[in-house]
């Protein structure tokens, strides 16, 4: 079982919805990042949260630290949000960071 | 502009070949670490540095090497590679552990 699980592996959505992305994670962590990668592989810091929500225009990130369990919402998605979504952990005890495989976002006009 | 910068972009070399992929950042980090990305495992970390002359194993460290002589700099050095190591490789930085990370472009790198 992998540690950092995410939820689901792909996702299609109409422009406009709201969408939601999952992460749950099975070890002691020190902070949880979500990271977003375009097609061309650029890697982007979109939230690192360490515990409670943080807001970024039309994105939040939520996470309850006693469940293990991270959300990732998007509100009024666009096509240009289309991308895969990576939750990434850093572990409390030995510092290394270990990644979701991602979720592939695809928002249709 | 604050960046991570790694060079090259792209490499296609041969087998047994040493090489080096630089990164270099402009924020005064103290946290750097390399990532390599495969189709279908992800990105899985394969060194990190917490500051300078201090780096650790990440997950698959195997085949790579690093230093951290400077505080700007985190080169990953492959003294002799394999086409197992062909990859897509990311160095980010941050402040700590617990801060925002930025990345570099990526490095596409051929073993044949």
């Known amino acids: 079982k992998n540690e950092v699980e995410q939820s689901p592996q792909n996702l299609t959505a109409q422009e406009g919805e709201f969408i939601t992305i999952n992460c749950s994670y099975s070890?002691?962590?020190?902070?949880l990042h979500w990271l977003q990668q375009h097609p061309g592989g650029g890697i982007v810091s979109l939230f690192m949260?360490?515990?409670g929500k943080k807001k970024h225009g039309r994105l939040i990130a939520t996470i309850n630290i006693q469940e293990k369990h991270s959300s990732l919402h998007i509100t009024a998605s666009h096509p240009r949000d289309s991308a895969v979504y990576i939750c990434?952990?850093?572990?409390?005890?030995?510092?290394?960071?270990?990644f979701g495989t991602g979720t592939l976002l695809a928002v249709q006009p | 502009e604050a960046q991570v910068t790694q060079n090259p972009r792209y490499l296609i070399t041969v087998t047994g070949k040493k090489l080096t992929v630089t990164c270099s950042q402009n924020?005064?980090?103290?946290?750097m670490s390399w990532y390599r990305q495969d189709p279908g495992l992800g990105l899985r970390q394969i060194y990190y540095s917490m500051n300078v002359e201090v780096t650790d194993k990440g997950d698959v460290p195997e085949g790579y090497k690093v230093s951290r002589k400077e505080k700007r700099n985190f080169p990953l050095i492959l003294e002799s590679p394999s086409p197992n190591q062909t990859s897509l490789y990311f160095c980010?930085?941050?402040?700590?552990?617990?801060?925002?990370?930025?990345f570099g472009q990526g490095t596409r790198l051929t073993v044949v």
């Open positions: 070890v002691g962590i020190s902070a």
């Open positions: 949260l360490s515990s």
């Open positions: 924020m005064n980090h103290e946290y």
């Open positions: 990434a952990v850093t572990l409390f005890t030995t510092n290394k960071l270990i």
């Open positions: 980010a930085s941050s402040f700590s552990v617990r801060s925002e990370a930025f």
